[in-house]
């Protein structure tokens, strides 16, 4: 069978916050961080933006999957990298996302302390790197609050305390609330073997809602010379889109309470250039 390959993009990176250490992008959904060999081509947003800037040194301390948009960090030069990298090891990188799922949770906020590991070959797994709730998995944290409810999905911002792999889908699906347009962690276990074999079809898109896990990465805040960045990217049109689609089958959605900013997300700013 053939693969369907990805359609051409038609959103580019975009330059979110410009530092003399750094630049804070918009990473468009379906772009990957970093350039890699597949059996089809994918762009990539260090090699464009490498193109656009003329900085070779360009170079992602973090990582967003392919199918995540949102806030992606690139230093600029190697002690920036340095330091990014000690930031990110000391935990000093506040990373705060939105997703839609399925289900309406009657909690406000919650904080999951599950650990995380790979779920294993076996029974309804068939994917090797599905993760899940293990006894043995490596410690995750991972809070939750939701922002809205409607037409049985929820607006949900999740803090992730720990970096395991797939932490914030994984947590999701644990609570019972899979991620829309989530392969991996979705409603169908299948899926993913599907789209492994046949490319993302019109027919997958449908089944799924959507041609990528709608998780956005909004917000970053780390210290840098002395005080503190925020940056902050809205939620891409194709998850505003599909969220504001759900108001016509529910016009009257339920919004949660107002939530304090995290201890570590202070609003204060260091010197740096705001593009919109």
């Known amino acids: 069978m053939t693969v369907t390959p990805p359609p051409p993009p038609t959103e580019f990176p975009r330059v979110v916050v410009e ?3 750094f630049y804070v992008v918009h990473k468009p959904a379906l772009w990957l961080t970093h350039p890699v060999h597949a059996r089809v081509e994918v762009p990539d947003v260090i090699t464009y933006m490498q193109r656009e800037t003329g900085e070779d040194a360009l170079s992602p301390p973090h990582r967003l999957d392919r199918e995540t948009s949102g806030a992606q960090v690139l230093s600029r030069d190697t002690d920036a ?3 990014f990298y000690t930031l990110f090891k000391q935990h ?3 990373k705060t996302y939105v997703a839609i799922v399925h289900g309406t949770p009657e909690w406000e906020r919650r904080t999951v302390d599950a650990p995380l590991g790979d779920l294993g070959l076996g029974g309804a797994n068939r994917v090797l790197i599905r993760q899940a709730v293990v006894p043995d998995g490596r410690p995750a944290v991972t809070d939750f609050r939701v922002l ?3 037409a049985g999905h929820a607006l949900v911002e999740a803090y992730p305390r720990t970096g395991r792999l797939h932490q914030i889908r994984a947590h999701l699906f644990h609570l019972g609330l899979p991620m829309v347009g989530d392969k991996l962690y979705g409603r169908d276990p299948d899926v993913f073997l599907e789209f492994m074999v046949t490319g993302q079809t019109p027919d ?3 089944r799924l809602g959507l041609a990528r896990q709608a998780l956005h990465a909004a917000r970053l805040a780390f ?4 005080a503190q960045v925020v940056a902050e990217v809205p939620l891409s049109a194709d998850l505003r889109a599909y969220w504001d689609g759900l108001e016509r089958l529910d016009p009257v959605g339920v919004t949660a309470p107002e939530a304090t900013t995290p ?3 202070s609003m204060t700013s260091a010197p740096y250039t705001r593009r919109t």
Request: avoid cysteine; charged fraction near 35%; glycine fraction near 14%.
């Open 19 to 21: 530092h003399p250490d």
């Open 81 to 83: 990298a340095r330091r």
């Open 92 to 94: 000093l990188v506040g």
């Open 148 to 150: 809205e409810r409607r």
């Open 204 to 206: 997958l898109t449908a």
């Open 223 to 226: 210290p840098w010379d002395g």
């Open 263 to 265: 201890a570590d997300g």
